[in-house]
């Protein structure tokens, strides 16, 4: 089955304590993006990559890094979260972004006390 | 920069009753423009999507989205709403010259009352 899957689902943390949330795709898609969940505000980008060591920021970057040292995989980091980044947090995947059909994950939602 | 708007955070429809959820963008270039759909706690799944081909578009579960140039508008309809499209609803669009990124509307939160 075609999935894009992220975990940890459900997680919460405290200030300045490391944390990765990991996602994975099986469908062998170049790009690969995280977005941001917050009420009224949509979904915004945090970073996305063009294909396997090719990573960009998106619109909200500060505070997150990432990784795309394999096709499939494309971590989240949080170095060192603060409450301002307890949100939902979507990884989604596409072959062909700018017409393709964007994949999600299920999101993961980090609370952060 | 390019903008998504969306008329309403919050949409009651009768059951059995026409669902309209109004969608905006702003662009100097004709884009192309994606309705996703994400029911409780679940991911967004793409219902319809234009990329320049005919102005009415039709998705899945009976929702149409027609493209409308001169109104730069995406308009989302279904002729007779159901208990199960109760969900979130967000516009999407991306620049033809962009490959790199998809700018979302701020969603809609459609109830449906039986």
């Known amino acids: 089955e075609a999935q894009v899957t992220q975990n940890p689902r459900y997680l919460i943390t405290v200030t300045g304590k490391k944390l990765t949330v990991t996602c994975s795709q099986n469908?062998?898609?170049?790009?690969m993006s995280w977005y941001r969940q917050d009420p009224g505000l949509g979904l915004r980008q945090i970073y996305y990559?063009?294909?396997?060591?090719?990573?960009d920021k998106g619109d909200v970057p500060e505070g997150y890094k990432v990784s795309r040292k394999e096709k499939r995989n494309f971590p989240l980091i949080l170095e060192s979260p603060s409450p301002n980044q307890t949100s939902l947090y979507f990884c989604?995947?596409?072959?062909?972004?700018?017409?393709?059909?964007?994949?999600f994950g299920e999101g993961s939602r980090l609370t952060v006390l | 920069a390019q903008s998504v708007t969306q008329l309403g955070s919050h949409v009651s429809v009768s059951e059995g009753a026409l669902v309209l959820l109004r969608c905006n963008y702003s662009?100097?270039?004709?884009?192309?423009l994606f309705w996703y759909v994400q029911y409780p706690n679940q991911g967004l799944q793409l219902l319809l999507k234009?990329?320049?081909?005919?102005?009415l578009v039709k998705g899945i579960n009976g929702f149409e989205a027609e493209f409308k140039k001169s109104e730069t508008s995406f308009h989302l309809t279904k002729p007779s709403a159901h208990m199960s499209d109760a969900a979130e609803y967000f516009c999407?669009?991306?620049?033809?010259?962009?490959?790199?990124?998809?700018?979302f509307g701020p969603g809609t939160s459609l109830s449906v009352i039986p």
């Open positions: 989604a995947s596409s072959q062909r972004v700018n017409t393709g059909e964007l994949f």
């Open positions: 469908m062998n898609h170049e790009y």
């Open positions: 990559s063009m294909n396997v060591e090719v990573t």
């Open positions: 662009s100097s270039v004709p884009p192309y």
């Open positions: 234009y990329t320049s081909a005919a102005t």
């Open positions: 999407a669009v991306t620049e033809k010259t962009s490959y790199d990124k998809v700018i």
